[in-house]
T-cell receptor, first 114, second 117 residues
Framework: SAVISQKPSRDICQRGTSLTIQCQVDSQVTMMFWYRQQPGQSLTLIATANQGSEATYESGFVIDKFPISRPNLTFSTLTVSNMSPEDSSIYLC???????????FGPGTRLTVT | AQKVTQAQTEISVVEKEDVTLDCVYETRDTTYYLFWYKQPPSGELVFLIRRNSFDEQNEISGRYSWNFQKSTSSFNFTITASQVVDSAVYFCALSEAGGGSNYKLTFGKGTLLTVNP
């Protein structure tokens, strides 16, 4: 299984600012996913991040709001830009097992926007 | 489009009771994966099981068992002799099986299970 770490684990930010979340994997992976979990809700996919190409965003999520970088096969960042209280969520990165389907999740970044 | 429905929002049981969490899914894919994850109050997602669409065998792991019925598009999860430590939100999820970005997960809304002593 992959070991995934995220930084920061939690943060409290002011409205209008930006936060960059880091995701580090202990092995090389082609695909990484970023999910958002709003309070009391399920997980929703934000985007798929491939190394060496632009991230692919799901409906309702745009690059200007959630820019993603994927500089190598073990690392990715997600920035939450111009934050509002509605962005208060847990943000999780995940990687699929290459042999098929199973996904490992990072511990999540708990963001509160005031 | 894929969809996962967990009709039970919250379930409360007393310790040692058996409890079944329901999951119904929709997909046009002929090959897909189904998952269950546990999210305890600490927030991390704990992988419990993955099932391939072509494998309808039920599975048992300790007190946990899963019943996959393709005919009814259901993948239900039973905890036998529940314990307080089983208290968590449980998510059912679905992905395609084609590899790469197809592995993105579609989650149900989750079922909050509370096991009372």
């Amino acid at each position: 299984s992959a070991v995934i770490s995220q930084k920061p684990s939690r943060d409290i930010c002011q409205r209008g600012t930006s936060l960059t979340i880091q995701c580090q994997v202990d092995s090389q992976v082609t695909m990484m996913f970023w999910y958002r979990q709003q309070p009391g809700q399920s997980l929703t996919l934000i985007a798929t991040a491939n190394q060496g190409s632009e991230a692919t965003y799901e409906s309702g999520f745009v690059i200007d709001k959630f820019p993603i970088s994927r500089p190598n096969l073990t690392f990715s960042t997600l920035t939450v830009s111009n934050m509002s209280p509605e962005d208060s969520s847990i943000y999780l990165c995940s990687v699929p097992k290459w042999t098929g389907g199973e996904q490992y999740f990072g511990p999540g970044t708990r963001l509160t926007v005031t | 489009a894929q969809k996962v429905t967990q009709a039970q929002t919250e379930i409360s049981v007393v310790e040692k009771e058996d409890v079944t969490l329901d999951c119904v899914y929709e997909t046009r894919d002929t090959t897909y994966y189904l998952f269950w994850y546990k999210q305890p109050p600490s927030g991390e997602l704990v992988f419990l099981i993955r099932r391939n669409s072509f494998d309808e065998q039920n599975e048992i792991s300790g007190r946990y068992s899963w019943n996959f019925q393709k005919s009814t598009s259901s993948f239900n999860f039973t905890i036998t002799a529940s314990q307080v430590v089983d208290s968590a939100v449980y998510f059912c999820a679905l992905s395609e099986a084609g590899g790469g970005s197809n592995y993105k997960l579609t989650f149900g809304k989750g079922t909050l299970l509370t096991v009372n002593p």
